[in-house]
């Protein structure tokens, strides 16, 4: 549109009627610039505080939202270390079980050729020291 | 340093560029919006001055804006200077009310009309002639006028006053043209070269 050869007529300026208008048009009244700049100050006022307000709830907001991603983080982190530490705990009672066990015993244990000659070997110990486990030989 | 009481940012002056001072005014800082306000006050007051050719309407209408303009400022595009977008409101709030109220005729003359110094002869014909503007440019329908206020007094381009009256800028160079036109017409006599085609 701006392009358009009437377009460019339209827009040609009258130098001489813009001279005339500007030199004789009515100038604007002077205006207490100073009392209508206090006026609007007072009257933004309520409104930038609103705006303060927001941006610090906007600050919390986001740690709020940091805080919620992060609870369930750690509290994932939290079981997950609890159940890495059980089973650390399982694995020295079994040893601990193992220790007190005849060293005779299980030596012919991880001798057999059979696979699972330790296993049977713990639960015979089991049974031994008061377990109610049926030990049937193979 | 501010008296926004909240720091959101850092501190500002009349010095500081516009993009700086309206990310501040969106987080509240009142100094920003200070700066603001002193750099643009004085257009806005004449802009809405000559779109109602009411002091106190044209005060009540910058009040109004500066108060629009923080409630949309976060639509203010901060990399664009915020003279164009905040005198687009002030021309819409401006034209709104010319629109809403009826307009009061009476209009109270300048007291700068005529400076010092000037002879009584210099003075009567000045006084003449700024009637007979006065009084042409009063015969234009109102948008037309606005346009002529916009474009030869406050020097916008047509497409800047277009988009302040909300209208199409082709619209707004038509208007501009029949103004002129008619101007010319009334004008004529005072004209030095008077009578000028204007095709």
């Known amino acids: ?138 | 340093m501010t008296s926004a009481g909240f720091s959101t940012g850092p501190p500002v002056d009349d010095t500081t560029d516009e993009p700086g001072l309206v990310v501040q005014v969106q987080q509240g800082n009142s100094e920003a919006y200070a700066v603001l306000v002193r750099r643009h006050l004085p257009r806005a007051q004449r802009i809405a001055w000559r779109l109602l050719r009411h002091r106190e309407d044209a005060e009540d209408v910058v009040q109004d804006a500066f108060l629009r303009a923080l409630e949309r400022i976060d639509q203010c595009d901060p990399t664009r200077s915020f003279g164009p977008w905040f005198f687009r409101i002030v021309a819409t709030t401006a034209i709104n009310r010319h629109r809403s109220a009826k307009r009061r005729e009476t209009e109270e003359l300048s007291d700068t009309d005529v400076s010092e110094g000037v002879s009584p002869m210099d003075a009567a014909v000045h006084g003449v002639l700024r009637d007979e503007v006065d009084a042409a440019l009063r015969t234009l329908p109102p948008i037309q006028r606005q346009l002529i206020e916009l474009v030869t007094f406050e020097e916008f381009t047509p497409t800047e006053a277009a988009g302040m009256l909300e209208i199409p800028a082709g619209t707004a160079r038509w208007h501009l043209h029949e103004a002129r036109k008619a101007l010319r017409t009334q004008l004529q006599s005072w004209l030095s070269d008077g009578g000028e085609d204007d095709a």
């Open chain 1, 1 to 138: 549109m701006t392009d358009n050869p009437m377009d460019r007529a339209t827009d040609r300026p009258d130098l001489a009627l813009d001279a005339l208008l500007r030199q004789h048009g009515r100038p604007v009244p002077g205006a207490a610039l100073g009392n209508l700049e206090s006026r609007i100050l007072a009257q933004a006022a309520f409104p930038l505080a609103a705006r303060r307000r927001a941006a610090r709830l906007g600050v919390a907001d986001t740690l709020a939202a940091w805080v919620r991603v992060a609870l369930p983080l750690a509290a994932a982190a939290a079981i997950v270390a609890v159940l890495f530490l059980s089973r650390i705990d399982t694995s020295a009672l079994a040893d601990a079980e193992l220790r007190d066990s005849d060293p005779g015993a299980l030596l012919s244990a991880l001798e057999s050729d059979d696979g699972s000659g330790l296993a049977h070997h713990v639960i015979a110990s089991d049974a031994v020291s008061g377990g109610a486990v049926d030990l049937e030989p193979r």
